[in-house]
């Protein structure tokens, strides 16, 4: 792996979706819009105080999980990776390539999903917003890492929406959105302090209402990065150079 290759894929990545409007209004609109809904529908209540922070969780994974996986799939089913192992281009090069060129739009779709939260939605920050920023970006690395791992397994798009309710589902139902975790049957607590998506929507919400300190949310985000880092290596060992 070199980063001169790496670099290329990622210039290659980032033109490409530059061509692409759809895509591109998925990335950075979209997940601001769905908590611009989210923020309407409890526009009379104080809920939106409560969940605001998981919101900036929510979208932003699941849409950086869906298009990247998606995205890095077609490069498989069209031939185009096929084409590019055999010139000297690494399994390496090609996922950490994809994950820096969704890494760098992630950063940007935070930006503005964070944004219209606090600024537009008044979702109030107890905390320091450069630290839910930072939380939120890694909460988009994430759904990343997974939808490159994801794609790395799938054959088909249908097979990679089929990886939404065994890698995004059960996060979303046990991360302490619809119910507090301590409150969920001592088995599913359990499980739900292994899943990466728990980890973010507790930091969002400690630095959202400044109860907890830096050291804590520097765990919390230790634990994420694992996370992104274990997704794009397995990824990177499981990748197939085209699709049967």
Same mark, same amino acid.
């Given at each position: 792996?070199t980063?001169?290759r790496?670099?290329?894929?990622?210039?290659?990545v980032?033109?490409?979706?530059?061509?692409?409007p759809?895509?591109i209004?998925?990335l950075?609109v979209v997940?601001?819009?769905?908590?611009?809904?989210?923020?309407?529908?409890f526009?009379?209540?104080?809920?939106?105080a409560d969940i605001?922070?998981?919101?900036?969780?929510?979208?932003?994974?699941?849409?950086?999980f869906?298009?990247?996986?998606?995205?890095?799939?077609?490069?498989?089913?069209?031939?185009?990776l096929?084409r590019?192992?055999?010139m000297p281009?690494?399994?390496?090069d090609?996922?950490?390539?994809?994950?820096l060129?969704?890494?760098?739009? /992630?950063?940007?779709?935070? =930006?503005i999903a964070?944004?219209f939260?606090? &600024?537009?939605c $008044?979702?109030?920050?107890? *905390?320091t @917003?450069?630290?839910?920023?930072a939380?939120?970006?890694?909460?988009?690395l994430?759904g990343?890492?997974?939808?490159?791992?994801a794609s790395?397994?799938?054959?088909?798009?249908?097979?990679?929406?089929?990886?939404l309710?065994?890698l995004?589902?059960?996060?979303i139902?046990?991360?302490?959105?619809?119910?507090?975790?301590?409150q969920?049957?001592e088995?599913?607590e359990a499980?739900s302090?292994w899943?990466?998506?728990?980890?973010?929507?507790?930091?969002?919400r400690?630095?959202?209402d400044d109860?907890?300190? /830096?050291?804590w949310?520097a =765990?919390?985000?230790l634990v994420?990065?694992? &996370?992104?880092i $274990?997704?794009?290596?397995? *990824?990177s @060992?499981t990748l197939?150079?085209?699709t049967?």
């Open positions: 792996m980063l001169s790496t670099f290329a894929t990622t210039g290659r980032l033109t490409q979706i530059r061509h692409d759809r895509t209004g998925l950075l997940p601001s819009l769905l908590i611009g809904l989210v923020a309407w529908i526009t009379d209540t104080d809920l939106f605001g922070p998981a919101m900036i969780a929510l979208f932003p994974f699941i849409v950086m869906l298009v990247t996986s998606i995205a890095t799939l077609r490069e498989r089913r069209n031939g185009t096929e590019l192992f055999s281009l690494g399994k390496g090609f996922i950490l390539g994809y994950a060129a969704f890494g760098l739009l /992630a950063i940007f779709q935070t =930006a964070v944004s939260a606090v &600024w537009v $008044g979702l109030e920050i107890e *905390g @917003i450069w630290l839910l920023f939380v939120a970006v890694a909460d988009a994430l990343t890492a997974l939808g490159l791992l790395a397994f799938a054959r088909s798009e249908f097979q990679v929406v089929q990886f309710p065994l995004v589902f059960p996060q139902l046990l991360g302490g959105i619809f119910i507090p975790r301590d969920l049957p088995a599913l499980i302090e899943l990466p998506l728990s980890f973010a929507i507790d930091a969002l400690a630095v959202a109860s907890k300190d /830096a050291e949310i =765990a919390k985000l994420i990065g694992a &996370w992104i $274990g997704s794009i290596v397995l *990824g @060992i197939r150079r085209r049967p």
